[in-house]
């Protein structure tokens, strides 16, 4: 493996907050930025985010550290790889030891990305299929749609290219026979690409809807495909998202070509998974407000709920449903030539109303009122706005026609830090440490571990190995701990109440009288060396 020579030069350069909106959406919350964990699920944001401490921590599950750690715990990486991609992120060169390994090539996603358009050329039917569904050739084209034939054909035609690769991607799949296939054969294929327009998979959809197999596939995840990671045609959007400051989501590849095709630009799609907090980040830093337009069946509805709740959680609560009104998905509507007038006529409902008429159904019977109203106040509760959640609890009061303290939420406490076992004086002594790392040296010249609280110790003893625990992020990020303004007095401040508490256990102890003298005098020696 390759040394990282100027790694001290790239930590310096980290923007913390930088680096973790690429996958969390912040909120500045005083000092820090907060968010939801993207480690474990919670409703109540505990994520913390400090930039002048380079520090994450969650109140909720523990997790944290810094930069690198965030990626390499999000990312599943090892160090030098986590390095790496946060230098592509904030845009810092890194210098080797030796000459780097060869790169993997990736031409074959590019190779495949053109081989399947000139396979949709040669095949009618393929190409009728994306006509039928109301596509031209300038949006085939636009979004390089394509056929995948047979196994046979496209292996032959990759044979001088990395198939290790293809295998990595999947792409490709060896059979029990070790033959080469492909699992995309006889399929519709539309390339998914990065940020900056560079195939990284593929989407593929059967041709003969009476196939038994699923009718769309996803290549694999891969060092350079994370499908929460990534929006369709988020290169060919992102200029139209910045423009209108929104973004309209769409639950597939073929709504958001039939949007782009009558000139609604800023759509995307998610990748056949639920929308993630990575997605909404990426949307957020564009300051884009977030538009769902996800299908109006079952499965469509249920992605739009979790869509919501995610929203919330992250604190996006200004995002919109635009509900197109017939029942019919955007691709459908193309075809019959009704899309255009669908959208315009379409309503935009904000997100928290469109929750609160789904669960605002009428009821025939007290009980199942009762269960709407519990179904409400659980919903309400994970809004954390105070004049948001009044304002909706009025009006789901309103659409129930019960009054309203039916339905108000009885405050559960915030997430706060726990309970110190320690004086405030030793956190800020640790406070300080984090803040200032050479003051370590005083420490530990000064004061032996066991003058610190108990609770403390093993803290300080990772401090000394340079080690930041999840008790030091927990006091690092506690804004009601000051720094020292005087070290050394409050170094002082602990060993005197130290001192106290040993000589006290040596007067009461059962060792013999010399040897407790001799303790005595040795801490009173302390004592006047502080002084």
Known sequence: MNMIINISQFKQCIDIVQVISHYVPLKKNGANHIGACPFHSEKTPSFTVSVSKGIYHCFGCGVGGDA?????????????????????????????SNERAVKIDTSLLEYSKDFFISSLGKNPQAKEYFLHRGLNDESIEKFGLGFCPYSFEYIKSIQSKDIDFGISVGLINKDNNANLYTPFSNRLMFPIWDNKGRVIGFGGRILDNSSPSAKYINSKESASYHKRQVLYGFHLARNAIVSKAQAIITEGYMDTIALHQIGI????????????????????????????????????????YKAIDLLICCGIYESEVLQIQGGKDACELLATGELKDKILSAKRIPIIEFMLLNLCKK????????????EIKKFLATIKNDFIKATYTQKASELLNIPAYYLEVKETSKITMPNPTFSLTEASIIKTIISEPQMIDIVIDWLDIDDFSISLQGCVQNLAKGIIDSQAREIALNDSIPLCSNIVKSLRAVYEISSKKKMKNIKFSNIPIEEKFKKIISIRERLLKWK
Do not use: W
């Not at 965030?70 to 080797?96: C, M, W």
């Not at 009821?363 to 519990?374: A, F, G």
């Open 363 to 374: 009821s025939d019977s007290i009980e199942s009122m009762n269960l709407t109203i519990i």
């Open 68 to 96: 690198i750690e965030f990626v390499q715990s999000y990312e599943k990486l090892p160090f030098n790889q986590a390095v790496e991609k946060i230098a592509s992120l904030i845009g810092f060169s890194l210098e080797y």
């Open 265 to 304: 630009n800023h759509s995307i799609a998610t990748c056949g998974t639920a929308l993630s907090s990575q997605q909404i980040a990426q949307l957020t830093r564009l300051g884009a407000k977030i538009i769902l337009c996800f299908d109006r069946d079952k499965a469509g509805l249920n992605a739009t």
